[in-house]
């Protein structure tokens, strides 16, 4: 048995598989348990020890050559195996009731696959091709059938494209900064491409223009899910740079960096998503910040790399909540317009409460799921700088206002409605469920403290 | 435990009456159940005195080197003292509903439950950190029970606005606490650095409705007595009891005159307002501005001791006044004994109230002091007014039930100005709460010879725009006027030559860092 096999070569095979039910609720069951099945397989089953179940003795080997490359799934990679497959698990099983099930669960399978796949390819720098192959694989689950790529589909993946040869090029200059450390010349050109590439891959303003176009193009659930699971692993293969190369950690430019691409994300999403009218757009600006804020908690040093990873878990919960409420909302308007939802939550409340919570969490107000990473972000950076504070606070007050914006369009209108439930059963049930776990992350975040213990295991020197 | 036993009686009444509501909503002893749960809780709240100071730590979160802080509850004199206000508007609330249009509403019963229970915690609050939380639970509840209960979708932009303002106020004490970090302090309630105590007074004000001045409680449900009492001495004392944690020396700031104008200003505005409303339930909104702005003077004046009397006095003698829903002479001459509770005279429990803890804004006195004034007489005018209903046909058991509602936080009104708290039986600055008074006495001998019309209050929303609206008005041109030019922007960066935009702006930030630019 062979770790790599089992949790990328069997989930692309089971994409395929996945992608022959024609089934809308079958496929989401099937693959939302196959998936959740591989996240607990990761919890139970130790890899590179042998596992004793009566007189049978198994052991799965971290090690898979392929093309004359390695991959390696080691003992370190089992949480992000289990966060990976689990929150991929729970968005197959919610895809259903955002209506995108044939479309999302055989090509989200394969993509968490080949992300996983990114995360465990030796030499690293290969994880580029991984995630480009990711890129394009999820490319014709954003496009309507029988309709032509729109404008944010097409700038989407030629902005993910052109990361792949900044960073393919910088590697190969790194690779001559490791044989010559003293040469600074060599060693600033390859910090160049590499901030390039990954300004293109993480979308840092003004690079993020596809992200709101994006989102009125694409089903708002395969929105979410791509910016859950792109941004997490192109942040986790961005720490694997900066824990390799020692010069690249002790630079004294790339906090600054980091600093200046987050906040600049953090605020001018913040403002943008204060000002815009329609909800899908306000997703994709919010999406812009989390990202921000990552980098914000990169900028802080290896001591503090904690943070980043307790944004992931709230992000893709946010995600998951918001993208099902905005598809059962979207599929009762013509367009998701302030003026076309007006009173909206009199009739889907489950939906638009959705919606509000999550945008509440993404800008950090209290008892929800945002809160305790976005306080110990804010909190790390008053400690360096009430400025800096400053602006957190900025970025965080925008989108606190869009959330208020939202929550006026929802609950008024001109024509006198009741409450009622329109939403299903099933939708309802997400749609609760979705809605209790935000607070309780918000409430209780040590429940993800096992988790996030073992993260930092991955690397050798971001111990935290 | 014993701390959250009154929460948790609380909690479980709510959860009891919803269960019977959902079940079985014809349960003859529904009543009953309520009001052995609201007396329990108010009875539990005595037992606090018998070990306080009392603490609480819940589990830290985790991990411990990014959460410095951990949510944690205390009882002390000042949190007993709210408690009781809380426990009483809650027993006062039950007792009183059996002589009410509509009994049973269970429902109701049990948002005044949940809404109680949401403000115990607050009050109990140890450091800022657990009070965002709570203030935000509260927020929530407030949220929903007020979507919940009206009806018409226009009016539920009040609640909105109500609701952001609120946690605008709870953003504002999040940011005193990153104040305080960067001067290199973790703030709690004991360790407040100076400059972040305004911070936290401005977070209470702006929940309030004092800065700037506006009325966050304008909107009201269609269960204005009951109810909608309980929400809006809950949501009130949930802030003002922040004013009773700011240590004196920590407000000391350039802004402090200033605060105190705008303070003065709410103050006059709600006590002129509170006088010549035409009913107590439309002056509601402005008895909470006028006697939350005399508790932020005191908070300002560096006596959070006092501004504890006001925030205490504000529930306590406003629970009888809004819960009278009937006509009874005997208990309308009770109702005055909220009046001697305002009246900041020896051993009332407002007797705090006008000491200073600092030498700052002498020059403001005389316009608290005729606020104050405004407010008893106000409060004389409504107790004396005429009610609708009748208790003469109703029996026995509802007249005493219904007494014994209004009765009862007038009796506890009394007892904290004697017993229980740091601000009990106290002479206090005897000289200006007798001015005040004769102030007041003067007001009521001149008010029916005057034929002043009274104003125009709308529960929902001013008929006339006035000045502040027309402010208020300009902000959100603004706001459109900047918004467009965002929206511009991004057509632009969007539109076909966007990528060419996208480009210069990489140029100018790349040569920006190169340069040597450096992030805020």
């Known amino acids: 048995m062979n770790a790599p096999l089992i949790w990328i070569g069997l989930p692309i095979a089971l994409a395929i598989i996945l992608s022959l039910i024609s089934r809308p609720r079958l496929s989401a069951r099937v693959g939302g348990i196959l998936a959740l099945a591989l996240a607990a397989l990761a919890w139970l089953v130790p890899i590179d020890d042998v596992l004793s179940i009566g007189a049978i003795s198994i052991k799965i080997t971290s090690v898979f050559q392929f093309l004359g490359r390695q991959l390696v799934l080691g003992a370190s990679s089992r949480s992000i195996l289990i966060v990976f497959y689990g929150l991929s698990g729970l968005w197959f099983l919610g895809a259903h009731a955002a209506g995108v099930s044939r479309r999302l669960v055989p090509a989200g399978m394969a993509i968490t696959a080949l992300l996983v796949g990114a995360l465990a390819v030796k030499p690293f720098l290969y994880a580029a091709l991984f995630i480009e192959t990711a890129v394009l694989l999820s490319a014709p689950i954003l496009i309507p059938p029988r309709q032509p790529a729109g404008r944010g589909v097409i700038r989407f993946v030629a902005y993910q494209t052109l990361a792949m040869p900044f960073i393919l090029f910088a590697g190969w200059l790194l690779a001559g900064v490791e044989t010559s450390p003293s040469d600074l010349i060599l060693a600033k050109q390859s910090a160049a491409l590499l901030g390039l590439g990954f300004a293109f891959l993480l979308a840092i303003f003004p690079l993020s223009t596809w992200m709101p176009m994006l989102a009125e193009d694409a089903p708002p659930y395969i929105f979410g899910f791509l910016q859950w699971i792109l941004p997490t692993t192109s942040l986790i293969f961005g720490l694997g740079f900066i824990d390799r190369y020692a010069w690249l950690r002790q630079s004294d430019l790339l906090p600054q960096v980091l600093r200046m691409a987050g906040f600049l994300m953090l605020v001018t999403g913040g403002l943008w998503a204060a000002f815009e009218k329609r909800l899908e757009r306000i997703l994709a600006y919010t999406s812009i910040t989390e990202t921000g804020c990552a980098l914000l908690a990169l900028s802080l040093g290896a001591d503090k790399t904690q943070i980043v990873f307790l944004l992931f878990i709230p992000r893709s919960f946010g995600l998951a909540v918001w993208t099902l409420g905005l598809s059962i909302v979207k599929d009762q308007v013509k367009s998701l317009d302030f003026a076309a939802i007006q009173g909206l939550a009199r009739r889907y409340p489950l939906a638009s409460g959705a919606i509000l919570v999550a945008q509440f969490s993404a800008s950090g107000v209290p008892l929800l799921a945002g809160f305790p990473p976005r306080y110990a972000l804010w909190d790390a950076l008053a400690q360096i700088s009430p400025n800096m504070a400053f602006w957190f606070g900025l970025g965080l007050l925008g989108l606190f206002l869009s959330a208020i914006r939202s929550l006026t369009a929802l609950v008024i209108s001109e024509k006198l409605t009741y409450w009622q439930l329109q939403e299903d059963w099933p939708q309802r049930i997400l749609l609760g469920i979705g809605i209790v776990v935000l607070f309780l992350l918000g409430l209780l975040p040590q429940m993800i403290y096992p988790l996030l213990n073992t993260f930092p295991l991955m690397f050798e020197h971001l111990g935290g | ?520």
């Open chain 2, 1 to 520: 435990m014993l701390i959250l036993l009154t929460f948790f009686l609380l909690v479980l009444s709510a959860a009891a009456v919803t269960i019977i509501r959902l079940m079985q909503p014809e349960f003859r002893f529904a009543w009953l159940t309520a009001a052995i749960g609201a007396l329990l809780a108010w009875i539990s709240i005595f037992f606090w005195q018998l070990v306080a100071p009392l603490t609480l730590r819940l589990p830290a979160w985790k991990p411990e080197t990014l959460f410095a802080s951990t949510p944690t509850f205390m009882a002390d004199g000042i949190a007993w003292a709210y408690g009781l206000a809380l426990a009483t508007l809650v027993l006062a609330t039950l007792l009183t509903a059996v002589a009410r249009a509509g009994f049973p509403q269970l429902l109701a019963w049990a948002g005044t439950f949940g809404l109680s229970a949401a403000g115990l915690l607050a009050v109990l609050a140890n450091d800022p950190f657990t009070l965002i939380l709570v203030w935000t639970a509260l927020d929530f509840t407030e949220l929903i029970l007020q979507l919940r209960s009206l009806d018409e979708p226009q009016s539920n932009r009040q609640v909105v606005t109500a609701f952001a303002v609120h946690v605008a106020g709870t953003g504002v004490l999040m940011w005193a606490s990153m104040v305080s970090l960067a001067g290199g302090t973790r703030m709690d309630f004991e360790n407040v650095p100076s400059g972040a105590g305004v911070y936290m007074l401005l977070a209470s004000g702006l929940r309030l409705g004092i800065f700037p001045l506006h009325l966050p409680f304008s909107a009201e449900s269609g269960l204005r007595r009951g109810f909608g009492t309980s929400l809006r001495l809950v949501s009130a004392a949930s802030s003002l009891v922040l004013l009773a944690r700011i240590p004196a020396g920590s407000i000391s700031s350039p802004l402090t005159p200033l605060l105190l104008a705008l303070t003065a200003l709410a103050a006059l505005y709600g006590g002129w307002m509170w006088l010549t409303t035409n009913s107590d339930l439309n002056g509601r909104p402005y008895w909470l501005l006028g006697m939350g702005a005399l508790a932020v003077a005191s908070a300002l004046r560096g006596n959070p001791v006092g501004s504890a009397a006001w925030g205490i006095a504000l529930i306590l003698a406003g629970t009888p006044l809004f819960l009278t829903s009937v006509q009874h002479s005997r208990l309308k001459k009770t109702l005055l004994a909220g009046a001697w509770g305002i009246s900041a005279l020896p051993f009332s429990p407002t007797a705090s109230g006008w000491q200073s803890g600092t030498a700052t804004g002498w020059g403001f006195w005389p316009f608290f002091i005729i606020a104050q004034s405004l407010l008893i007489a106000g409060y004389v005018r409504h107790a004396l007014r005429p009610s609708k209903g009748s208790l003469q046909y109703q029996p026995i058991f509802v007249k005493s039930l219904y007494s014994a509602g209004i009765i009862l936080p007038l009796l506890m009104l009394l007892l904290s100005g004697l017993w229980g708290w740091p601000g009990a039986l106290r002479l206090g600055n005897w000289p200006a709460s007798l001015i005040a008074v004769l102030l007041s006495g003067g007001l009521l001998w001149v008010w029916p010879r005057l034929k002043l019309p009274a104003p125009r209050v709308h529960w929902m929303r001013p008929s006339d725009p006035t000045r502040l609206n027309k402010l208020y008005q300009g902000l959100a041109t603004l706001y459109a006027a900047i918004g467009s030019a965002v929206r511009a922007f991004s057509m632009l960066l969007e539109g076909d030559g966007g990528i060419l935009w996208t480009l210069i702006f990489l140029i100018i930030f790349a040569s920006i860092l190169s340069t040597g630019g450096a992030a805020p």
